[in-house]
Structures are given as C-alpha cells and as structure tokens.
C-alpha cells in the first residue's frame, strides 16, 4: 500500500498579461502530476474563451491567454475553482491514455563510447553512468539496475527541453525511485535516441546535442520525426504524449538491429494499447495496477 501526500494549496503567479503559472508543489509527486493533468484535462474541456495554450509540467502548469479576450485575473479565479472541485485526486477520476513498449538496448557501444569521452564532466570518472547508477542507490551491478529500470512503467510527466524529449517518472513508490544527479557539466554529445536519466527522471534524447542526464542505453526507434515517415508519427512529428505511460522493455543487439532496420525500411509501429488509467488505484497498490497495465499491453 502506498501512502498519498497532501499537498499544499496551489501558487498563482502571473506572467504579465498573458501568462498564468499555477505550483501545485515545490517537489514532483505522482499526486501533483496527476493532480496537474486532471485540472488541465478539465480545462480544456471548458474550452474558454481566450485560452491560448495549456502546458502540463511535473508539478504545476502554464497557461497562454489572449487578455483582449480573456481577464488573467477571472482564468486564475477559475483555475482555483478546478483547484479545488478536483481535490486530492478523486477515486473515480480516470484518465483515458495510452501504454507503449519501447525497446531500449541498454548499455550499448554507442553511448559507451559518447559517456567515456565526457568522464572528467562526471561525478565518478572511474566508471560507467551504469556502474555509477548502480552504486550510489543500492543495486548488486548493473544487471539489477536495468532489471528495476525496465520492471515497471513510466508515466510522460511533460515534453520539453528540446521538441518530443518525454520527461518520465516511474511508477513506483517514492522509496523505490531510482535518483541520479546530473554530469557536474554537461556533454557537448548525446546520440540521438540516447536513454537517460536526471534526478528521477529517464528520458530518449530526441535528437544529438548537448545534455547532463546519465547515459544507460540507446533506442531502436525515434521519439521524433521531422519528415512524418513512420506511420506512428502520421499525426504529428512527435510521438510521446503527456499521461503516456511507457514500459521501457530492455533487447539485446539482435533485436535492435532488427529494429532499426524496420525503422529504416519506413515498417516500424510502436506496441500501443488504450487504457483507462484510476491513479488513485496506483497510488493504493502500484504493483497490481502495474501488473495489470502490463498484461494489457502484452497479451
């Protein structure tokens, strides 16, 4: 049984005319992230006048107005009413989503070698990011990190950083989260498609570039698609979706390699299954509700 968090009253703050940023906690919880999409889902379906933009984060939200159309001070009057008709997470609140395998080959060659270029930017330069993840929360190697990385899933907190860059948080009680810090200064190198972790989030690189999280594997298949190739990108160049919940499902070099040529061959579709999601079951007992979210998405 997992113990809820009360949270705190929201923090209103405005950004001149046009912006409203709404805290519902300083520290992320699966309690605020949910409580964030459920006030976000529920203004959307208002659909008011004058709302430009609506952008979920981990633990509070933003929202865009058009002020010739739309007093801040009435949205935030609105917001605090959702703030408080949608409480702390109602039983029978569901939130309809998807849950996708995504198959990651975990300490592959190619972000070894980016990560063992950069270990003077590292806490640990001895090691791996693996052997080093390892280490500083407990596990018996790095077999039994990637056994808890890939046992239970993710949920999309938020997009962000660089376009189709999905920040997730396991689904887990907070005493068994896997924490790691940043890379004391960041790379100038990340692979595309690079697995990472900061703090207790994981993440896919989307593209190459720059970046701080520790690197722990390489994905098959793209989180982006400028050019709208892959049927599962036919919508938009981005695939993630906040409230997404992903099972990172660890494959060995066979596996990827044939993978990447159905991504190379335009064939490759992401495992999907709809789901309804009740958080406030996941919150009571995490292990069944992701025992059942698996056995949907794998039957």
């Given amino acids: 049984m997992s113990t809820a968090i009360q949270l705190p009253p929201a923090r209103y703050e405005y950004g001149g005319d046009e912006f409203v940023f709404v805290e519902l906690d300083q520290a992320m919880s699966l309690e605020a992230n949910f409580k964030g999409m459920a006030i976000t889902k529920a203004l959307r379906e208002l659909d008011m006048e004058g709302v430009v933009d609506i952008c979920p984060s981990n633990a ?43 198959p990651i080959l975990f300490d592959d060659p190619w972000t070894r070698e980016t990560l063992m270029r950069f270990r003077d930017n590292h806490q640990d330069p001895s090691g791996t990011d693996l052997e080093y993840a390892a280490r500083i929360n407990g596990y018996d190697g790095v077999q039994a990190i990637i056994d808890a990385m890939s046992g239970a899933p993710y949920i999309v907190t938020m997009l962000g950083f660089v376009p189709g860059l999905p920040f997730c948080y396991q689904l887990v ?35 190459r570039g720059a970046g701080g999280y520790q690197l722990f594997g390489i994905a098959p298949a793209p989180v982006f698609d400028s050019t709208q190739t892959l ?69």
């Avoid at 009435?74 to 009413?81: D, F, G, P, Q, S």
């Avoid at 498609?193 to 207790?200: D, H, K, L, Q, Y």
């Fill in 60 to 102: 509070s939200y933003m929202i865009r107005l058009d002020p010739d159309r739309l007093d801040p001070r009435e949205l935030v009057a609105e917001l605090e009413r959702l703030e408080h008709s949608v409480g702390e997470l109602p039983s029978d609140y569901v939130l309809p989503t998807r849950i996708v395998d995504v």
């Fill in 173 to 207: 009680p907070r005493d068994r989260q896997i924490e790691v810090p940043k890379y004391v200064r960041p790379r100038t190198d990340t692979p595309e498609r690079a697995f990472g972790f900061g703090g207790a989030f994981s993440v896919v690189y989307p593209v």
């Fill in 231 to 299: 049927p599962d990108f036919a919508d938009d160049i981005v695939f993630p979706r906040a409230s997404d919940i992903l099972r990172y499902r660890s494959i060995d070099m066979t596996e990827f390699e044939r993978l990447r040529g159905e991504v190379e061959a335009g064939t490759f579709r992401y495992r999907i299954r709809e789901v309804e999601f009740q958080p406030a079951a996941l919150l009571a007992d995490p292990d069944a509700v992701n025992r059942e979210l698996l056995e949907v998405l794998y039957r």
